[in-house]
């Protein structure tokens, strides 16, 4: 099958290299020439485990191809993927400013009959708004579909290569039986490929992602009660994670959620319920909750090392928001740096993968180092931000020797606390005793 797909960012990327490695033609386009000019050289602008050798060989089996040209992407496809940002408007609603300027232009350039699919997320009412945009210019018979995505960076091969399921919302039996046919090849195994109606489709994601971030954001504040009340979080989260209504996935207190999708989806969610007139109070207080959150570690820091900051110098390990990425939108580790070097503490941070991002967004304001251990090295504390593998299990005896003081501060609770006191680190995590 011939396939566009518009925007080839974290999503785009995955799903055209993922759709090629079907067997299928497809043609990824962005307004990006610089990130196209990379991919057509199979540098890829994301780190993503995996997804290198899916571009270069699709790529060079002529499967897949890379465009800025819009036109001769859009021309002569039965499926045009939308994949482009929903960044937040001014009101916390998704703008679709992008999502409804790739829309003209699959009308203007269609050639054949085509299903114009939201793969953004975009709130209710979106893919009606796409299929007027498309319908003004359109020439050929077309139809929508909202066709959500869940992957998860840092395992996003493996996840639309084996979805939970997918989600496809359909106008009609045209693109129920194209999507199927598309989607056919990855669900093998009976993972369901649910069809349901498009509202239901698009409310289906933002709804998904708001009870993943209400998990967190409770465990969150779970954790900062057993911090004063004297409990061990850890033990709390598998008490309750044992309930099979509960589950354990998704329990795990750390420094606030950040990346491309949390933070924008609660916001939009709770600005859809607004303009509804439903309070979806929950939402409100699970994005608080995460604004508060991502000062818990300063506040650690502060508490670890006492009295006035300045002059310190901390040791950050972990920029990414999480591992497996080098996604840093709204990381947790932004909000840290910035109320460290408010208070004239100098920071040396370090990241597996993340460490080209940082050095645009936060520049020469911090020191970056090559290895883990080479970011402590004259510092007062070691925070640990990021849950990389390779910050795990560390050798605590070098950490020790190699930081002016055995000071840990451990946003992940990567480290065991009896172990910590063993070795007589101070140590401080997330709704566990210090060490
Ligand atoms: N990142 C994730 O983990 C994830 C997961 C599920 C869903 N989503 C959703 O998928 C969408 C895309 O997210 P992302 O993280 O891939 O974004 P991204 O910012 O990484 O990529 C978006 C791409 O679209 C391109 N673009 C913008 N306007 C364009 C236009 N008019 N024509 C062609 N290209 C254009 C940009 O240059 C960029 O490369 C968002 O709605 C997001 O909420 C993201």
């Known amino acids: 099958m011939n396939i566009a797909v518009i925007g080839?960012?974290?999503?785009?990327?995955?799903?055209?290299?993922?759709?090629?490695?079907?067997?299928?033609?497809?043609?990824?386009?962005?307004?990006?020439?610089?990130?196209?000019?990379?991919?057509?050289?199979?540098?890829?602008?994301?780190?993503?485990?995996g997804l290198d050798s899916l571009v270069e060989r699709n790529q060079r089996e002529g499967r897949l191809t890379f465009t800025t040209d819009l036109k001769s992407a859009i021309e002569d496809v039965e499926v045009l993927f939308i994949a482009v940002g929903t960044p937040p408007g001014e009101d916390g609603g998704a703008d679709l400013q992008y999502v409804l300027e790739v829309a003209k232009l699959a009308g203007r350039y269609m050639t054949?009959?085509?299903?114009?699919?939201?793969?953004?997320?975009v709130p209710v009412g979106s893919a009606a708004k796409v299929a007027a945009v498309v319908a003004k210019e359109a020439k050929f018979?077309?139809?929508?579909?909202?066709?959500?995505?869940f992957l998860k960076e840092g395992t996003a091969v493996e996840d639309f290569m084996r979805p939970d399921r997918v989600v496809l919302g359909v106008d009609g039996a045209h693109a129920r039986r194209v999507m199927a046919d598309v989607y056919a090849p990855f669900v093998r195994t009976?993972?369901?490929?649910?069809?349901?109606d498009i509202a239901s489709a698009e409310m289906t994601k933002y709804a998904a992602n708001g009870m993943l971030a209400t998990r967190i954001s409770f465990m969150n504040e779970i954790a900062n009660l057993c911090d004063k009340v004297g409990a061990n979080v850890d033990f709390v989260r598998k008490g309750i994670g044992s309930d099979s209504r509960i589950?354990?996935?998704?329990?795990?207190?750390?420094?606030?959620?950040?990346?491309?999708?949390?933070?924008?989806?609660?916001?939009?969610?709770?600005?859809?319920?607004?303009?509804?007139?439903?309070?979806?109070?929950?939402?409100k207080g699970v994005e608080s909750a995460n604004d508060r959150q991502k000062r818990v570690l300063m506040q650690k820091v502060k508490a670890a090392l006492g009295g006035s900051l300045k002059g310190k110098r901390v040791a950050v390990w972990g920029l990414a928001f999480k591992a497996g990425t080098d996604d840093m939108?709204?990381?947790?580790?932004?909000?840290?740096?910035?109320?460290?070097?408010?208070?004239?503490?100098?920071?040396?941070?370090?990241?597996?993968?993340?460490?080209?991002?940082?050095?645009?967004?936060?520049?020469?304001?911090?020191?970056?180092?090559?290895t883990n251990y080479e970011a402590l090295t004259g510092a007062d504390a070691l925070v640990v931000v990021t849950?990389?593998?390779?910050?795990?299990?560390?050798?605590?005896?070098?950490?020790?020797?190699?930081?002016?003081?055995?000071?840990?501060?451990?946003?992940?609770?990567?480290?065991?606390?009896?172990?910590?006191?063993?070795?007589?680190?101070?140590?401080?995590?997330?709704?566990?005793?210090?060490?």
């Open 8 to 49: 080839t960012g974290y999503v785009g990327l995955v799903v055209g290299a993922c759709l090629a490695e079907t067997g299928n033609n497809v043609c990824c386009a962005d307004i990006d020439e610089e990130k196209i000019a990379g991919l057509k050289r199979n540098v890829l602008p994301i780190y993503e485990p």
């Open 112 to 121: 054949r009959e085509m299903v114009v699919v939201t793969k953004s997320t």
């Open 141 to 149: 018979p077309f139809h929508v579909c909202s066709n959500p995505e």
């Open 190 to 196: 009976g993972k369901p490929i649910l069809l349901m």
């Open 247 to 283: 589950g354990q996935s998704f329990l795990f207190p750390g420094p606030g959620y950040g990346g491309s999708c949390f933070p924008k989806d609660v916001k939009a969610l709770v600005k859809m319920a607004s303009d509804n007139g439903v309070a979806l109070d929950v939402l």
């Open 329 to 370: 939108r709204y990381a947790p580790s932004l909000t840290l740096i910035d109320s460290l070097l408010d208070e004239g503490v100098s920071v040396c941070a370090h990241d597996p993968a993340a460490l080209g991002h940082a050095k645009t967004l936060i520049g020469n304001r911090i020191d970056y180092a090559e």
């Open 387 to 435: 849950d990389w593998n390779e910050y795990r299990h560390p050798d605590f005896e070098r950490v020790k020797r190699t930081l002016k003081q055995p000071v840990i501060v451990d946003g992940r609770n990567l480290y065991d606390v009896e172990r910590m006191r063993e070795l007589g680190v101070r140590y401080f995590s997330i709704g566990r005793p210090a060490a």
